[in-house]
């Protein structure tokens, strides 16, 4: 079939649709208004304007849109046909001219005129008329658009439904044809202005403008497009598109949506165009008699030789492309005579398509390809595949096998900058992989990649990668505490381990969490979500080191080697050594380091990476449900007390009196279970779980307008108003703090407000401060008493001192004099709680100042400078 298509004359190839989006620029072109004498109608004339002068040897029509409302007016004795917008365009913003008539688009659909070149020989047989194209607007030029199917796709697709003269003016390389006189054998790039001094001279130039717009470009060499009918090999899709339909059906697509885009895809595309003009590429077996029509297409490199009249024995030896599989020629089946393969190539999608019968030897060794056949998986980014390899690879195994060609298909969202941003070498924000490898580190990299989600663009850059690094560095000094500490004590995981049923309950807790790793590891891996699976790393390296090692730092620090600290080293030296097999796959060199010294080094019998493991698989006898339950609450808890002291800006090491918790029932009787460990690690002296959370809490909520006011349109103000008398009457929805979707009445209709369409606000009760989350509320009392800010104060006093310790390298055992003077408040606090200090500081008596101090510094506590001594003793 024959389709209109940009074209490069430079380079001489159609470029597709989307290499042509890759090439738009901006630039002036000459740009002209020129009339259309109209027949019948003496001295009355059509005002069309083109941007593309060169177009206008092909006119065959002058398109109008029916609705809309042009004039006649008159000008020089004459009468111009146009829209009323146009008229400032033309002839100024002042020019009032005299209208004469008023009339629709479609009164003017039928007329006759007689074109701008209609001398050519090429034009002799054309009728110009006007057609009706609803494209057609007031917004540019005159409201009249120039028509030539030869020179433009929208104008040939029109000629089809008017069954307009199709004249195409350019060869392959840009230069006009025969049949057009004096412009045959010049360059499209030429002729501009001898086309614009013919109007001219044929009285027929109205205005000529340089006009500025964004013109598609050859990507490859920015030559301008231009625009020719070419005659290309199709595949009629009528029936083969229910066939692929069925077969896509039959794939995994990730994400769901995937399915639906390529669906609509093939519910919609036309004809698949197959062929290509270049001289490189998959030579189409087709063969077209030139005498008959008749056309052949070969199967196989055999049915060729048994066709073959001529030239098999130059082709023999080759691989079936040009020049060598083009001096093959073959009888036509009809007349006999000698038939030449077509000069056309295969488009590259057709190679692409192929590619799982065309590598995997399905002509040769069906039993092989069978082994291999269907993919397992492949994966893109999707913003273009559904109409390319998706679809390619889809469509040749419809046809060949009718079976889906891959079983699961991830498509990926794009990467861009961390503003979002397309990155450009051009506009500098473009990351080299090199580069990116080297300053980010590769683990870190792919940590990026594997905790996206493939649906939403990844914004990748330096900063990006340090948040990430973070977590790594998590991971790594977990396992530098392990190393250090074990080595001292000569801990052997093979010979030391201490059986699960002696650990103690944190022990058995981090197995449990450690079990429950592996089981959302694996059904992450296996649903292709690993982005889920990162965000379960992030968890668990949070609660491996932020609350076993540090709950348990003791443990491994006290010198006596008993169960208690052997448990301990078993627990974390699995928990260790677990999560690095989980998570190989993605972050596969810092797991190896921590692998080969970790098991390697102690156990000979260990596979020698941690790549050759088995994947860990998990056991339901160590997953306590309860035990879990538990100590998440309570870590909810500390987190979302530490929260409320940030947000009160209460550091932690002031002591506060009073927590409060409320939640359902499994949380609080947690809480009260592990009281004194909560206390401990909030630094707070008392805890209440028997308070109403409206005795703590003060939730207030407002209409989310950003969201709510697109969506509901006029109705936001009565539901605001609803909404507001909810809340006068006191009532806050239990779906809002349970931060599901709320229903309301408004106006007799039924409103559904989703959670984040409702801002909830929640400010503790004086003296409280608090935090909640989906099922818990927790608020902390921030009344300072005077013995509260002194402990503070005290506690301040005994890092610094700690911290002056650890400068003179005192042993920690070392036993220290301590000389301190500060302000009143300093000197008050430490009478208070003097035995308190020196219990902390091993410290055996308290001055104000030491005679002979081994170390001494002045420190900075609450705006007061204090002085601090210390000497061993
Ligand atoms: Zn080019
Ligand atoms: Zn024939």
Redesign the pocket.
């Known amino acids: 079939g024959e389709d209109c298509m940009p074209w490069c004359p430079r380079c001489g190839t159609g470029i597709s649709q989307h290499e042509m989006t890759e090439g738009y620029r901006e630039i002036d072109d000459k740009s002209v208004y020129l009339l259309f004498p109209l027949e019948d109608r003496d001295n009355e004339y059509l005002v069309v304007w083109t941007t593309t002068p060169w177009t206008l040897s092909s006119n065959v029509a002058a398109a109008v849109a029916d609705d809309l409302d042009y004039v006649a007016i008159r000008h020089d004795e004459c009468t111009y046909y146009l829209v009323p917008e146009a008229i400032p365009r033309i002839f100024g913003r002042k020019a009032s001219p005299e209208v004469v008539r008023r009339l629709k688009g479609a009164e003017m659909a039928g007329w006759t005129y007689r074109g701008p070149f209609d001398e050519l020989p090429a034009l002799s047989d054309v009728k110009h008329r006007v057609i009706h194209w609803e494209e057609v607007s007031t917004d540019e030029g005159s409201g009249i658009v120039h028509i030539a199917p030869g020179c433009g796709k929208e104008d040939f697709d029109l000629a089809h439904v008017y069954d307009l003269a199709v004249i195409a003016p350019l060869d392959e390389n840009g230069v006009y044809l025969e049949g057009f006189d004096w412009l045959s054998g010049q360059h499209v790039e030429d002729v501009a202005e001898p086309i614009i001094a013919s109007l001219k001279e044929k009285g027929i130039l109205l205005k000529q403008e340089l006009y500025r717009h964004r013109y598609p470009h050859c990507w490859r060499c920015k030559t301008k497009l231009v625009f020719r009918v070419v005659t290309e090999w199709y595949i009629t899709m009528d029936e083969l598109r229910y066939q692929i339909m069925e077969v896509a059906r039959q794939i995994h697509w990730m994400p769901a949506f995937g399915l639906d885009r390529e669906l609509d895809w093939l519910n919609n595309m036309d004809d698949w165009m197959i062929s290509k003009k270049r001289y490189w590429g998959l030579a189409l077996p087709i063969y077209e ?1 030139d ?2 029509n ?1 056309v052949t297409v070969i199967g196989s490199r055999e049915e060729l030789c048994e066709k073959a009249v001529e030239g098999w024995n130059r082709f023999e030896g080759h691989s079936p492309h040009r020049p060598w599989v083009d001096e093959v020629k073959i009888a ?1 089946s ?2 006999g ?1 000698p ?1 030449s393969r077509i000069k056309d190539v295969g488009n590259p999608w057709l190679d692409a398509g192929i590619v799982p019968f065309s590598t995997m030897h399905y002509h040769d060794d069906r039993d092989y390809w069978e082994k291999w056949f269907p993919a397992d998986f492949i994966t893109e980014s999707f913003p273009g595949q559904f109409r390319n390899w998706f679809y390619c690879l889809l469509a040749m195994s419809t046809v060949l096998e009718n079976r889906p060609p891959f079983m699961k298909v991830l498509g990926h969202a794009l990467v861009k900058d961390e503003k979002g941003k397309d990155m450009h070498k051009s506009e500098g924000n473009a990351i080299w992989f090199d580069e990116a490898a080297e300053k980010m580190g590769v683990d870190v990299m792919r940590w990026v990649y594997a905790a996206q989600n493939p649906e939403q663009n990844l914004l990748f850059g330096y900063h990006h990668a340090d948040e990430v690094r973070k977590k790594l560095l998590t991971l790594w000094n977990s396992y530098s505490f392990f190393v250090t500490y074990a080595s001292l004590d000569h801990f052997n995981p093979v010979k030391g381990a201490v059986p699960y049923e002696q650990r103690t309950e944190i022990d058995r807790w981090l197995v449990a969490r450690t079990q429950q790793l592996i089981d959302t590891a694996i059904a992450a891996y296996e649903n292709y979500r690993t982005d889920r699976l990162m965000r379960a790393a992030e968890r668990y390296l949070e609660d491996l080191s932020n609350w076993y090692i540090r709950r348990n730092r003791r443990r491994f620090w006290k010198s006596e080697n008993d169960t208690d600290k052997l448990a301990a080293y078993t627990t974390l030296h699995e928990a260790l050594v677990t999560f690095i097999k989980v998570f190989a796959p993605i972050i596969p060199l810092i797991t190896e380091v921590i692998y080969r010294n970790l098991v390697c080094t102690l156990d000979p019998e260990a596979p020698e990476s941690v790549h050759l493991c088995d994947f860990p698989t998990s056991r339901a006898e160590l997953v306590d449900e309860d035990l879990l339950t538990e100590i998440d609450s309570v870590i909810s808890v500390v987190a979302l007390g530490r929260s409320a002291r940030n947000k009160a800006n209460i550091k932690i090491r002031q002591p506060l009196s009073e927590v409060v918790v409320s939640g359902d029932t499994r949380v609080l009787a947690a809480v009260e279970k592990n009281r004194n460990q909560l206390l401990e690690e909030l630094n707070i002296k008392s805890l209440r779980t028997d308070v109403p959370t409206d005795s703590f809490i003060r939730r207030s909520i407002q209409p989310n307008l950003p969201l709510l006011g697109p969506r509901l349109g006029k109705m936001v103000g009565a539901v605001i108003k609803a909404l507001e008398e909810k809340l006068a009457a006191g009532h806050i929805p239990e779906e809002v703090i349970g931060r599901s979707a709320v229903t309301i009445e408004v106006e007799g209709e039924t409103v559904t407000l989703e959670p984040e369409e409702i801002l909830v606000n929640e400010e503790g009760v004086p003296p409280f401060v608090a935090a909640t989350s989906r099922d818990l509320a927790v608020g902390i009392n921030t009344e300072l008493t005077d013995e509260l800010i002194q402990e503070g104060t005290v506690r301040d006093l005994i890092r610094q001192v700690q911290n002056m310790r650890k400068e003179a390298d005192f042993k920690v055992e070392d036993r220290i004099l301590v000389g301190i003077s500060g302000d009143g408040h300093v000197e008050k606090s430490l009478e208070h709680f003097k035995d308190y200090f020196l219990a902390e500081v091993l410290g055996t008596g308290l001055l104000t100042k030491l005679d002979h101090p081994e170390h001494e510094k002045v420190v900075n506590l609450s705006g007061s400078d204090v002085s601090i001594h210390i000497a061993r003793v």
């Open positions: 008699c005498k008959c008749t036509c009809q007349c005579k038939v």
